[in-house]
């Protein structure tokens, strides 16, 4: 797969969905402190967010409150959320302002051109991709996010012992990603057996997650350092 056709094939599809009122004024309000537009120029993380510190990069975060919580917990590191939706980004600012942390950033676009031309070289701590769309059925396959030239980009934005967390609901995607990430010179398997890992504290169990495990749904945790 080359890098054109990974740009191509998008690995979503927008549903913008209507904003509420408060969404709105969020974005309206909020948004010159804690977004960043998509550009073409790589970003100075410690201009962004006014200090030296580890940065993690969330790759579609839906509602926003898993990665607020984490980014609450975790004050002492920088956290950026990438997320094609509106509303999820509008809910994530409300969030934000509820709570008054500091160490967050939005930007709301394609997640593979953010990466690829935003994101400098060995410059992110930990990037966390976590339930993203399974695309199930076969002839969708192409669509998932995680393939081979994605992986490989991962790579150079991830400093050497940097982490790529990992999780899905969707048993097969998992097999999906172990095959990938597996074969990934790049990236070496934390856990003893070259599968999967318990999940760590510092992932929040979400409604959905939970929800899933009642009706007897499996979560695969998955956890990769660049070598």
Same mark, same amino acid.
């Given at each position: 797969?080359?890098?054109?056709?990974?740009?191509?094939?998008?690995?979503?599809?927008?549903?913008?969905?209507?904003?509420?009122?408060?969404?709105?004024?969020?974005?309206?309000?909020?948004?010159?402190?804690?977004?960043?537009?998509?550009?073409?120029q790589k970003l100075d993380l410690q201009k962004t967010f006014n200090r030296d510190a580890e940065t993690i990069?969330?790759?579609?975060?839906?509602?926003?409150?898993?990665?607020?919580?984490?980014?609450?917990?975790?004050?002492?590191?920088?956290?950026?959320?990438?997320?094609?939706?509106?509303?999820?980004?509008g809910h994530l600012l409300q969030l934000i302002e509820q709570?008054?942390?500091?160490?967050?950033?939005?930007?709301?676009?394609?997640?593979?051109?953010?990466?690829?031309?935003?994101?400098?070289?060995? *410059?992110?701590?930990?990037?966390?991709?976590?339930? %993203? @769309?399974?695309?199930?059925?076969? +002839?969708?396959?192409? /669509?998932?996010?995680?393939?081979?030239?994605?992986?490989?980009?991962?790579?150079?934005?991830?400093?050497?012992?940097?982490?790529?967390?990992?999780?899905?609901?969707?048993?097969?995607?998992?097999?999906?990603?172990?095959?990938?990430?597996?074969?990934?010179?790049?990236?070496?398997?934390? *856990?003893?057996?070259?599968?999967?890992?318990?999940? %760590? @504290?510092?992932?929040?169990?979400? +409604?959905?997650?939970? /929800?899933?495990?009642?009706?007897?749904?499996?979560?695969?945790?998955?956890?990769?350092?660049?070598?």
């Amino acid at each position: 797969m080359t890098d054109q056709h990974i740009r191509t094939i998008k690995s979503f599809i927008k549903r913008e969905g209507r904003l509420t009122p408060g969404q709105q004024r969020a974005l309206e309000i909020l948004w010159p402190e804690f977004g960043i537009e998509f550009s073409e120029q790589k970003l100075d993380l410690q201009k962004t967010f006014n200090r030296d510190a580890e940065t993690i990069l969330e790759i579609g975060f839906g509602n926003g409150n898993s990665l607020w919580e984490m980014a609450k917990e975790d004050a002492g590191r920088n956290y950026i959320g990438i997320e094609v939706h509106r509303p999820g980004a509008g809910h994530l600012l409300q969030l934000i302002e509820q709570s008054e942390i500091k160490n967050c950033r939005i930007i709301c676009h394609d997640a593979v051109d953010v990466i690829d031309h935003q994101i400098a070289d060995n *410059s992110l701590h930990r990037v966390q991709l976590f339930f %993203p @769309d399974p695309w199930h059925k076969k +002839k969708h396959h192409k /669509r998932r996010i995680v393939q081979d030239d994605f992986v490989n980009m991962l790579a150079q934005k991830i400093k050497s012992g940097g982490i790529f967390h990992l999780a899905t609901d969707w048993e097969h995607y998992a097999e999906h990603m172990i095959k990938v990430m597996n074969r990934n010179i790049h990236f070496t398997n934390l *856990s003893t057996d070259n599968t999967f890992m318990p999940k %760590p @504290d510092y992932r929040p169990t979400t +409604k959905f997650e939970t /929800r899933g495990k009642k009706l007897g749904h499996g979560v695969w945790d998955m956890l990769y350092r660049k070598v």
